[in-house]
């Protein structure tokens, strides 16, 4: 199964989207991995990881696709989905707080 030249571009998207996903991934680790905060930021990266786990899933079906709207659709819910790890990157203390960490 050859992969087809066509839709390059929301291709490599969602590729750089992964990317993404572990650069974000390591930043929790070193911003936020520390002491008083460790639970949430456990509770985090489980959250990212599993993220990831999606991630790589729509990426295969991105990869195989030659329907443009299976490769819209993969590339509408990875933005979907890494603009709820971004925001709760950014939202690290207001989430911990709200928690009760």
């Known amino acids: ?8 571009f929301p291709k490599t998207v969602v590729f750089g989207i992964t990317s993404l996903y572990i650069i974000i991934m390591l930043a929790t680790y070193f911003l ?18 599993i993220a990831l786990g999606f991630q790589i899933v729509l990426n295969y079906f991105n990869y ?3 329907e443009k709207i299976v490769i819209l659709a993969t590339l509408f819910v990875s933005a979907m989905i890494v603009s709820g790890v971004i925001s709760s990157f950014f939202n690290f203390g207001l989430m911990c707080q709200y928690l009760g960490f």
Do not use: G
């Open 1 to 8: 199964m050859t992969n087809s030249k066509r839709f390059r």
């Open 32 to 49: 936020y991995f520390k002491e008083p905060v460790i639970d949430c930021a456990k509770r985090l990266l489980l959250a990212q990881s």
């Open 64 to 66: 195989h696709s030659k």
